[in-house]
């Protein structure tokens, strides 16, 4: 069983920085991949980036060159670094990871980007 816990997330004017956190209850070493997805109102939920022990990472085409997700094992906590954020960026936000064959998500984070 893995526990995710997102934080980070709020209003930001468009051009702004947000930083998400997503804190695992155990070792991220043995989650692999582990990633952020996110849910916009009306639309089917999406792959935003995600990382794997080894630190290869994926990003949707979208936020290549504004968004970067990182993790530090010694923390438990995997994190979405948002810059140059646009209203075409809110959502919810959602960590995953996937543990011994089974994927388990977070609650979830309102991100919302005014114009």
């Known amino acids: 069983q893995v526990q995710l816990v997102e934080s980070g997330g709020g209003l930001v004017q468009a051009g702004g920085s947000l930083r998400l956190s997503c804190a695992a209850s155990?070792?991220?070493?043995?989650?692999?991949?582990m990633g952020w997805y996110r849910q916009a109102p009306g639309k089917q939920r999406e792959l935003v980036a995600s990382?794997?022990?080894?630190?290869?990472?994926v990003y949707v085409d979208s936020v290549k060159g504004r968004f970067t997700i990182s993790r530090d094992n010694a923390k438990n906590t995997v994190y979405l670094q948002m810059n140059s954020l646009k209203p075409e960026d809110t959502a919810v936000y959602y960590c995953?990871?996937?543990?011994?064959?089974?994927?388990?998500w977070g609650q979830g984070t309102q991100v919302t980007v005014s114009s």
């Open positions: 990382i794997t022990s080894g630190g290869k990472t």
């Open positions: 995953n990871g996937m543990y011994i064959y089974s994927t388990y």
């Open positions: 155990r070792s991220i070493d043995s989650i692999n991949p």
